[in-house]
C-alpha cells in the first residue's frame, strides 16, 4: 500500500494508498535537481533510494523520516537503480557517465566501478533466481552480463568448507560491521536453506545459487548421469545442452521424428532434379532400355543427376555402388555442400565425415555421428549379397573407431568452448564422454574454481584435480584475508600437510594470531617451531623438514638461507631436473613478505626471485604457459636462443609427477569478450587486454587475468620483482 515517487521538483514523496487523502505521508528533499528513479529496499522495510541528474544517490528511511546515506561518485545524472535481493546493503546504479557502481549503503563506500559501456547506462536490474548475476541496458545498444560474486565470496567458499548456513543468514536487519561480513537474507537462499537433505544436493544449489547461468545447469545435468540418475529427472534444458554420449542419439533422434512431422505437414513431396540436355537424356534412355545400366548411371553424373545414378547403382554391383557413392562424396566435399552427410553415412565412411563437420566447425555434429558408429547405428554395407562371416567383427571394429572419434570430436568440442571462455561448456563436453578428469581440469584453467570443487566433492573419486582446486581456492582465502577458512578447505584435501604449513608461513600477523592459526591447522606455536628446527638442522635427510619449521618460527630467514644454499647445490649437477627443487622452493616462496623485503635478506630476496623466476619458466614450458615463457626468463635475466640449451632446457623441465591437469594456458571466463574501455596494455607481452586486467603492486601496471594465473600457479613473486607476491586467485 506504499507508493513512492521522484518528481521535477528535486523531491521525493510518500503515498499511503489506503488513505482517504491524495496528499503525502512524508516529503524528502536534498537533491539539487529533478529526482529520476526510485528503488524501494525489497528486505528492509521502510528504505528506499533514490537517483537525481544531480549525480548523487540518497538512501532514505520513511520510518526514521530522514535521508540515511548520500552516496557520491557519479559524475553526470543517475539513471539505474536496483537493490540487491539477498544483502540489503548493497545497491548498483548506472549514469550518463557510462558507468555502473556497486555500493555498501552502510557506509556510502564504493565498492566497484565498471567502465565498460560505451554510452549511458539506464537500466539494472538482477537475476530472479541468480541473484548476483546483474543485467544492464545503455544507450550504446548493448545489454551486459555481469557478476557480483566477487563481494560475497567468503560466503561461498564457506559453504565449500562445510560451514554452517545458519552462520551466514541474515535477518534484512545488518549490523553497521565490516563489508566482509555481508549475510544472505533473500528469498532465494532462505528457499534453498530450507531444502536441508545432504551436503551433495546442497553443493549442487548454492553452486546454482552463486555461479553464472552459463553451463552451469548442463554440468550438473551431466554430474547426475554419471552418477546413475535417471534422464527423466534432469532440467528441462538438458536436451537441447550437451547431453552424455548415451543420450545423443535418442535425442538426436527424437528431434529428426519431429523435424519429419513438421516437414511432412507443411511441404509435402520432394523437389524434382534440375534439367539437363536433350541429346544426353536420350542417349540415357536409349541405354536403359537396352539394359546397360552402368552406362546410364555414368551418363546420369554426367548431367549431374547423381541421385538417379545412385538408385539404379546396387543393379550392377554394390561394389559399383560403393565407388560410385565415393566419387559423388568427394564431389560434394569439393564443394563443401551438406549433401555430403546422407551419402558418407549410407557408405559407412564415418572419419570422412567427422572430417568433414570439424572443418567446419560444426563439433557437437561431429560428436553425433561419431556416437552413432559407436553404438552401431552407422555401419559399411557389405560388397556381397553372401553371409559374411567376420561381419561381426567388422561392426566391432566400425564401433570402437566410431567410439574413438566421438572422443576426438568432443573433446575439440571442449577446446573450442574454453577458447572462447565458457570453461563450463567444455567441462560438460568431457563428461559427456565420461572423462570427469579433464572436465575438472577445464574448470581449473578456467578459474571455475568453486565449480571444480563442488563437482569434485559430490563425485568423489578425483581428488588430486580436487586437491589442485582447493589449493587456489586457499590463495583466495588469503587475499581475502580469511586465513582460517583458507585452512578449513585445504583440511579437505588427502594431504594437506605442507600446504597448511605454507599458508601460515605466510600469513603477516602478531605471533599471537599466528599461533591461533597454527593450532587451527594443527602445527606447533612459532616458538617450539624454532626449537624443532634447530634440531633437525643438523640431521641427514630431513632439511626440507628443518626449512619448514623455520619458516614457521620467529626467524624465518634462517631457513631462507639454507634452502636457498642448498637449491644452487642441487642445481650445479648437470642433470638436475625441477622435479629435484621445486618442493623445496615452493616452501622457501611461503616467507612472510616483511621478512623477506628486509634490509638484512636483499641479497637472499634478489636470489629467490631469480630462481623462482627460472624454474618457473620451466614449470611454464612443461604445463604449456606459453604465453608467459619468455616473459618469465626475460624476468630471470636470462637470454638463449642456442638449439642445444633450448634441448637442455627441456630436459630440465622435469616429470608431470607434480601437475594432475591438462596441459595448456589458462582461458579464465569472459576472457574472449572485447577489452574494457578504458584500455590497458600487458606489461608482459605489450598486447592490449581483452576481458577483466589484473593489476600488480604498483596500481599502474596490468597483465591479463590468464597471464596472472598462470604466473603465480608457477611463480608466486610479482613480475615487478619487488618481492611483493601475485595472487589473482
Not at 624454532?530 to 634440531?535: E, L, Q, T
Amino acid at each position: 500500500d506504499m507508493l513512492a515517487t521522484g518528481c521535477e521538483d528535486k523531491s521525493v514523496r510518500v503515498f499511503y494508498m489506503a488513505s482517504s487523502t491524495d496528499h503525502p505521508i512524508k516529503v524528502f528533499t536534498g537533491h539539487e535537481s529533478k529526482v529520476f528513479h526510485i528503488r524501494w529496499n525489497p528486505l528492509k522495510e521502510g528504505v528506499l533510494c533514490s537517483g537525481s541528474d544531480d549525480g548523487h544517490i540518497r538512501v532514505w528511511d520513511y520510518t526514521r523520516d530522514q535521508c540515511i546515506c548520500v552516496l557520491s561518485g557519479h559524475s553526470a545524472p543517475v539513471r539505474g537503480l536496483t537493490w540487491s535481493s539477498e544483502v540489503p546493503t548493497l545497491l548498483a546504479s548506472g549514469s550518463w557517465d557510462f558507468s555502473i557502481r556497486i555500493w555498501d549503503t552502510r557506509d556510502g563506500a564504493c565498492l566497484f566501478t565498471a567502465l565498460d559501456h560505451g554510452g549511458d547506462v539506464y537500466g539494472l536490474t538482477s537475476h530472479p533466481s541468480r541473484p548476483f548475476l546483474l543485467a544492464s541496458s545503455s544507450r550504446d545498444s548493448t545489454v551486459r552480463l555481469w557478476t557480483m560474486t566477487s563481494l560475497v565470496q567468503p560466503v561461498e567458499l564457506s559453504i565449500l568448507a562445510g560451514k554452517s548456513t545458519a552462520e551466514l543468514s541474515g535477518s534484512g536487519e545488518p549490523a553497521q560491521t565490516v563489508a566482509s561480513s555481508y549475510k544472505m537474507c533473500g528469498r532465494v537462499w532462505k528457499d534453498i536453506d530450507s531444502l536441508n537433505n545432504g551436503r551433495v544436493a546442497s553443493l549442487r544449489r548454492y553452486s546454482k545459487f552463486f555461479s553464472h547461468p552459463c553451463g552451469t545447469t548442463n554440468l550438473w545435468d551431466l554430474v547426475s548421469v554419471l552418477q546413475g540418475q535417471d534422464v527423466m529427472m534432469l532440467s528441462h534444458a538438458y536436451s537441447s545442452g550437451i547431453v552424455h554420449r548415451k543420450h545423443i542419439t535418442k535425442f538426436k533422434g527424437s528431434e529428426a521424428q519431429q523435424l519429419e512431422m513438421i516437414k511432412m505437414s507443411r511441404f509435402g513431396g520432394g523437389i524434382g532434379a534440375p534439367s539437363r540436355e536433350d541429346r544426353l537424356r536420350q542417349a540415357a534412355k536409349l541405354h536403359i532400355q537396352l539394359g546397360n545400366v552402368q552406362r546410364y548411371c555414368e551418363l546420369m553424373v554426367e548431367l549431374g543427376q547423381w541421385v538417379k545414378a545412385l538408385a539404379l547403382a546396387p543393379s550392377v554391383s554394390m561394389d559399383y555402388w560403393k565407388k560410385l557413392n565415393s566419387r559423388y562424396c568427394t564431389a560434394l566435399l569439393a564443394e563443401d555442400d551438406d549433401d555430403v552427410v546422407p551419402y558418407s553415412v549410407a557408405a559407412g565412411a564415418v572419419g570422412q565425415l567427422v572430417t568433414f563437420y570439424t572443418s567446419r566447425g560444426q563439433l557437437a555434429d561431429a560428436a553425433t555421428v561419431a556416437q552413432s558408429a559407436s553404438e552401431g547405428s552407422i555401419t559399411k554395407p557389405s560388397a556381397k549379397d553372401v553371409p559374411d562371416n567376420n561381419s561381426s567383427s567388422k561392426k566391432d571394429k566400425l564401433e570402437k573407431e566410431g567410439e574413438m572419434l566421438t572422443g576426438e570430436a568432443m573433446n575439440n568440442l571442449a577446446d573450442s568452448h574454453f577458447r572462447n571462455g565458457s570453461p563450463a561448456l567444455a567441462a560438460c563436453c568431457h563428461l559427456a564422454v565420461d572423462d570427469p578428469s579433464r572436465a575438472l581440469s577445464k574448470l581449473i584453467r578456467g578459474h571455475e574454481l568453486e565449480l571444480a570443487v563442488s563437482v569434485g566433492l559430490v563425485l568423489g573419486t578425483f581428488q588430486k584435480e580436487t586437491d589442485v582446486a582447493l589449493g587456489l581456492l586457499s590463495r583466495r582465502c588469503e587475499a581475502l584475508g580469511k586465513w582460517e577458512l583458507g585452512i578449513d578447505l585445504l583440511k579437505l584435501q588427502q594431504n594437506p600437510g605442507q600446504a597448511l604449513a605454507c599458508l601460515c608461513a605466510r600469513c603477516s600477523a602478531s605471533m599471537a594470531e599466528i599461533d591461533t592459526l597454527l593450532h587451527k591447522a594443527g602445527l606447533p606455536p612459532m616458538e617450539a617451531c624454532h626449537r624443532k628446527a634447530v634440531s633437525l638442522e643438523n640431521s641427514s635427510g630431513q632439511l626440507e623438514e628443518c626449512i619448514q619449521y623455520y619458516m614457521l618460527s620467529p626467524t624465518p630467514e634462517k631457513g631462507l638461507e639454507l634452502g636457498l644454499q642448498q637449491v644452487k647445490e642441487t642445481m650445479q649437477s648437470s642433470n638436475w631436473k625441477t622435479d629435484d627443487v621445486i618442493s623445496i622452493l615452493h616452501v622457501l616462496c611461503s616467507i612472510r613478505t616483511d621478512k623477506l623485503q628486509h634490509s638484512k635478506c636483499v641479497q637472499l630476496m634478489y636470489e629467490l626471485l631469480a630462481l623462482s623466476a627460472y624454474v618457473g619458466a620451466l614449470l611454464a614450458i612443461r604445463r604449456h604457459y606459453y604465453p608467459i615463457v619468455r616473459a618469465m626468463f626475460l624476468h630471470a635475466r636470462l637470454k638463449s636462443e642456442n638449439k642445444p640449451q633450448l634441448d637442455a632446457l627441456l630436459n630440465k623441465c622435469g616429470s608431470q609427477q607434480d601437475w594432475v591437469l591438462e596441459l595448456g594456458p589458462d582461458c579464465s571466463s569472459s576472457s574472449h569478450l572485447p577489452s574494457h574501455s578504458d584500455v590497458h596494455v600487458s606489461i608482459l607481452s605489450n598486447s592490449r587486454i581483452q576481458g577483466q586486467p589484473y593489476f600488480l603492486e604498483d596500481g599502474c601496471s596490468a597483465i591479463s587475468l590468464n597471464e596472472a594465473l598462470m604466473w603465480a600457479k608457477v611463480n608466486p613473486f610479482s613480475p615487478l620483482g619487488s618481492g611483493e607476491r601475485i595472487n589473482p586467485f
